[in-house]
């Protein structure tokens, strides 16, 4: 088995369109760890975070992380949040290689004008919102990144290339 590809980075950094089509094109499984877990309580990100609480869906992360930590040749979308925990990340980093999609405050409001999936930045002022959490992560992603890509300015094409070349 391969190390898996672990996809790290900020809401709307573009972790799972470029591993939909990263699961596509090296032919190894894609696995988006929100739709996991929505899959399996039958609720919305947005629901599970109203009816049974962020700890609730932190815990689900936390148990999916722990099933990563093998090399599986999998292909790994996650939350934005899972950096957030020191053994999520110790068991992503034993089973794979973790890249983070580096990006501005500017650009993921620009990329999530119209999402309204994502509960932490609910209501009003959301670029503001970015901007403070992206505060309180960016040095938490960093540190655990084993290879940052800037995504800021790059299409998804080109993130993929960059990807499959740091893979070889
Ligand atoms: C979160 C990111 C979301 C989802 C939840 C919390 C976060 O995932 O897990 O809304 O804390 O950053 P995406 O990064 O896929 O949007």
Redesign the pocket.
Known sequence: MERNIVLTGF??SG??SVGKRLSMELKREFIDM?DFIVTKEGMS?NEIFAQKGEVYFREQERELCARFSQPKSKIIAT???VIKNDENMKNLKSGGTVFYFKSTPERIAYNLRFDNT???LAGDNKEEKIRSLMLEREHLYEKYADIIIDVSNIDIEATLNEIKRRVK
């Open positions: 809401m709307g972790k799972t929100d990100v939350g934005g949040g994502r509960p932490l």
